[in-house]
């Protein structure tokens, strides 16, 4: 999916939280 360091972006935090990751 996407770089693990996009998921302590604000803004887009919620959408790795709330994507494929989980």
């Known amino acids: ?3 693990v360091w996009l998921k ?4 887009i935090s919620f959408r790795t939280d ?3 990751f989980k």
Do not use: M
Not at 8 to 11: A, F, H, T
């Open 1 to 3: 999916g996407l770089p």
């Open 8 to 11: 302590y972006v604000p803004g």
């Open 18 to 20: 709330n994507g494929p």
